[in-house]
């Protein structure tokens, strides 16, 4: 049995990505902010904290190694008992165009969603239940 099917063609998009970031669901990460920095040497580039607790971390390794971690229960619009241990962060030069590519595929894809944190962002699931979050800093005007 093949791995894939061979009759697949190549599609070429306008879409055009400047890296993917996986964050990771850590039970402390205070604990994961100590691991990544001391024993493994990445720098620490963003952190958010409520109530003077951590509850995500963004890191750097070298040019391309950028990984994030976030709590367990920092998970936002989620059913009862549902749970996401990685979510891939794709960030393209034009999410807007991401969007409408996925929409041309078929997808059902919903509306654009601007951030607490900034972004302007697409969430889909993998035909394996993973999680894809699409991105791109957004642009705030003053009213």
Request: proline residues 3%; hydrophobic residues 40%.
């Amino acid at each position: 049995m093949p791995l894939y099917d061979e009759k697949v063609e190549l599609v070429y998009t306008s879409m055009k990505f400047q890296s993917m970031v996986p964050m990771l669901a850590v039970a402390d990460v205070g604990r994961s902010i100590h691991f990544y920095t001391q024993t493994l040497g990445f720098q620490l580039m963003g952190l958010l904290e409520n109530g003077g607790q951590p509850f995500w971390a963004r890191f750097k390794a070298d040019e391309a190694v950028e990984l994030m971690v976030t709590t367990r229960d920092a998970s936002d619009n989620r059913a009862e008992g549902e749970f996401r241990d990685v979510i891939l962060y794709f960030y393209p030069e034009s999410v807007e165009r991401v969007r409408a590519h996925l929409i041309d595929s078929g997808m059902v894809v919903g509306k654009t969603v601007v951030t607490f944190y900034g972004t302007n962002e697409i969430r889909i699931t993998d035909p394996d239940g993973y999680e894809l979050c699409f991105g791109e800093s957004a642009e705030f005007r003053e009213a």
